[in-house]
């Protein structure tokens, strides 16, 4: 199990307290989210459940490939010293 993010703490918990029953405006002070934050997350939950708190970005797939990626953090740990001009195309 992956560890939970910022976000998705702070939706659990958002839920958590409205379901306990703790007001919208206490919430927002407490995890110092918005109106907006707190309903999106009750609803995301009423809808699908407690996976739907989760988020789902994975990130974009690499512009290089491992090999690539290895080459330039070579090559720039030959170098004296850096300057950006040297890699402008």
């Given at each position: 199990m992956a560890?939970?993010?910022k976000r998705e703490l702070k939706r659990a918990l958002a839920v958590r307290m409205w379901i306990e029953?703790?007001?919208g405006s206490e919430i927002k002070k407490i995890l110092n989210v918005s109106a907006t934050f707190i309903s999106q997350s009750k609803m995301k939950f009423i809808k699908n459940g407690v996976e739907e708190l989760k988020l789902r970005y994975q990130g974009s797939k690499a512009y290089l490939s491992p090999a690539q990626r290895l080459e330039i953090v070579n090559y720039l740990n030959t170098q004296e010293y850096l300057s950006l001009q040297e890699f402008q195309i």
């Open positions: 560890t939970p993010t029953g703790v007001t």
